[in-house]
């Protein structure tokens, strides 16, 4: 069982930056994504990364803003978010998967979430 814990979300301006971090509980080498949802919107994929960290992918709305990397020593992983966007407002989570897919079903580990709310 892998607990994970996100943190740093919060209210901010069109264009500012955000950093969120996730914490998992044990050491996690598998692969680990971040996902969003809005409200009254299906939970959609951000971003993913393998469990070394050499792979990444992003969605096509946040490519080129956002950035993934983990720290495996810290057992944590985190999403770099650069010119943020209203439509960016979401509560974000972080999950562990058994395989590094953009589908939340390949996904067994979940946070409680974090918000992310952008004010243009």
């Known amino acids: 069982q892998v607990q994970l814990v996100e943190s740093g979300g919060g209210s901010v301006q069109a264009g500012d930056s955000l950093r969120l971090s996730c914490a998992a509980s044990?050491?996690?080498?598998?692969?680990m994504a971040w996902f969003r949802q809005a409200s009254g919107k299906k939970r959609e994929f951000v971003a993913k990364i393998s469990w070394n960290g050499d792979y990444t992918s992003y969605a096509d709305s946040v490519k080129g803003r956002f950035i993934i990397f983990r720290d495996n020593a810290e057992n944590t992983v985190h999403l770099s978010m650069n010119s943020l966007k209203p439509e960016d407002t979401a509560v974000y989570y972080c999950a562990v998967g058994r395989a590094s897919t953009i589908w939340e079903n390949d996904y067994d580990y979940w946070g409680q979430g974090t918000q992310v709310t952008v004010s243009s």
């Open positions: 044990t050491r996690t080498l598998y692969p």
